[in-house]
């Protein structure tokens, strides 16, 4: 049976992080399916965060395709180094971006999306095989802080 998430309301951004992470490590940490564990870790951050959008996109066939997520219709395919997820996964970093509309070449699956964040997930070759994407619907909503929080969290999730 899976337990509800523990998070106290008053709670800043930074505090629910550390929250969320040992949750996030007990879920996945008993679960060997790379999918299974990218749909919880999408719904934990979702639920507890209240983005626009947050999922993940695989590397298939050089390009990225759509992988588990919470929120509305997505892009399916993003082609390698275009928009900020192809970005992220081009230069193996993660990228932020504080107004998506000043982003050169930024791809728009949603009107919604104002600010975005893409941490990209390596496997032991240091090759990027995945990319967490948040939309947030207000401009510069993620920070430093946001990043070494889910980069942190993403360590967490092994690609067999």
Known sequence: MVEELKLNPNSSRDEKYSEIYPQIKSIVGGETDTIANLANVAAIIKETFEFLWVGFYLVKDKELVLGPFQGPLACTRIGFGKGVCGTAWKEKKT???PDVELFPGHIACSSKS???IVVPLFNAK???WA???LDSAKVSDFT???ELN???ILKLISKP
């Open 150 to 152: 889910l980069e942190k």
């Open 126 to 128: 240091k090759e990027v």
């Open 95 to 97: 990228v932020i971006v």
């Open 131 to 133: 990319v967490l994407d």
């Open 114 to 116: 104002r600010s975005e």
């Open 144 to 146: 430093k802080m946001d």
